[in-house]
């Protein structure tokens, strides 16, 4: 669906000034606006060194192009790159170039990939996996991200909704030659025996969406406890810096701070929270009403308390994991085992245990090898709708094969949503703002 469109441009490499600037332009005057900055241009996806000058004659630099004709190119229109020494008079200078030809404008969030959405160049899952893949930090991100952006989750989707479409199908003959007798009745049986594998993989699927929200967003890991007990300091010594006020005063952390820990490849977003306690300071309270708001939360809670005394072990609202760790460890020598762990921020001694105790919890989560897993909350919905809709189908034995068979469209538009098969206009500005310009 190439359309006559305004053709857009940006600068697609990262920040300036770098050795090198790549600047991509898209759309139907792409090849003659290049031509006009840079004369005869290369073979199709070879790159030619050019001079490249303004239409004043005035020489930009001196850089490689490379044209690749539409619909064999990233947006599946006609796209251009032109790479250029990084320096920001240099980009300035092309940029503003190319802003004087008509038709022509800087490209919006995302506009490129919205345009290959367009063309059937990427669907829904792949553009979403490639914006996930350029903000990766970490490697289980990276890989994640990859996945979704390669067509890992989308080949699945497509298939399910291609199961449920035949089994519509096979519903559908089977009521039209309702009154024949030579129609064998396993037909039904056999579309409903698929339905019920189809159901169990859906579910299967589904439970990996914690673990795929948990790699793409960051294991959440909220330290609480009472004032005083040293949560900050853990702050700052698993951050290296300071990241955290600490005093001697109790109640000193008010808001919830936060930091990225990147433990063995996966994320981890590490809450310090305000000291837990009875109080009638207004600012205090508030802080301990975020503490708790942060800790049901979570994903894993470090309840830390001096040594002596008692860690707290249940938090309202929350039902995962709490480690309990006893802090100060250097001015409370000797054993204890009222803790799952003991350490100390001033000395450092308990830090590498605690890193690990990390690590062998995002292990246990991530027991499964294949990465194709739902990590947003849209897939998430959409999956959990679909799920029902087979359920519900499932489950009307007594209702009319066509109430049924509705049932069955439902659930594989669900599916066609998550992947943009099916009209997804509504979701796709706020899909596309994530993007930086130039993608
Ligand atoms: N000796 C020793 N003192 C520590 C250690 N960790 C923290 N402290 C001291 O304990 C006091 C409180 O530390 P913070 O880290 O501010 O405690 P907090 O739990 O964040 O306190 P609130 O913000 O009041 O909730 C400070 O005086 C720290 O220097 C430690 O490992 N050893």
Request: charged residues 25%.
């Amino acid at each position: 669906m190439v359309t006559m469109n305004e053709t857009i441009y940006a600068l697609s490499s990262g920040g300036l000034p770098a050795g090198v600037a790549v600047i991509r332009i898209s759309g139907n005057l792409a090849f003659p606006i290049a031509g006009s900055l840079a004369g005869a241009l290369p073979a199709p996806r070879q790159a030619g060194l050019k001079t490249i000058r303004t239409r004043n004659g005035l020489v930009i630099d001196r850089g490689l192009v490379l044209i690749f004709p539409g619909p064999a190119s990233f947006t599946g229109e006609d796209c251009v790159e032109i790479h250029v020494h990084g320096g920001k008079a240099v980009v300035n200078a092309l940029l503003q170039e190319l802003s004087a030809f008509e038709h022509c404008r800087l490209a919006e969030h995302g506009e490129f990939s919205r345009r290959a959405l367009e063309n059937g160049k990427m669907d829904l899952v792949e553009v979403e996996g490639l914006a996930d893949l350029i903000s990766a930090e970490t490697e289980m991100q990276r890989r994640l991200a990859l996945e979704h952006a390669a067509g890992g989750l989308s080949g699945l989707y497509n298939a399910w909704a291609d199961r449920l479409t035949r089994a519509r199908a096979l519903i559908e003959a089977e009521l039209d030659f309702a009154d024949e007798d030579d129609v064998p009745g396993s037909v039904s049986d056999m579309v409903w025996a698929d339905m019920k594998r189809l159901r169990l993989e859906i579910s299967d699927h589904l439970a990996g969406a914690d673990l795929g929200e948990i790699i793409r967003d960051g294991l959440k890991v909220v330290i609480a406890g009472a004032p005083n007990a040293g949560k900050s300091s853990l702050m700052n010594a698993l951050a290296k810096r300071e990241v955290a006020i600490v005093t001697d005063i109790a109640g000193t952390t008010r808001d919830v701070l936060h930091i990225d820990l990147n433990i063995e490849g996966y994320a981890v977003k590490l809450y310090d929270t305000a000291g837990l306690r009875e109080t009638d300071e207004i600012v205090e309270r508030e802080g301990i009403r975020r503490a708790l708001r942060t800790v049901a939360d979570a994903d894993l809670v470090l309840s830390l308390a001096e040594i002596g005394s008692e860690a707290q072990r249940n938090f309202p609202g929350f039902v995962g994991k709490v480690l309990t760790i006893g802090t100060k460890a250097d001015i409370h020598p000797g054993e204890t085992n009222q803790y799952d762990l003991l350490i100390s921020s001033a000395t450092g001694s308990g830090l590498a245990e605690l890193h690990e105790l990390l690590r062998q919890d995002l292990q246990a989560r991530s027991g499964m090898l294949s990465l194709a897993l739902p990590s947003r909350l849209r897939h998430r919905t959409l999956l959990g709708e679909s799920l029902r809709a087979v359920e519900a189908a499932l489950a009307s034995e007594d209702r009319g094969l066509d109430i049924r068979a509705e049932y069955l469209r439902q659930a594989a538009t669900s599916l066609g949503r998550i992947t943009g098969r099916v009209d997804v206009e509504d979701l796709l500005d706020v899909i596309f703002s994530e993007f930086c310009i130039g993608k």
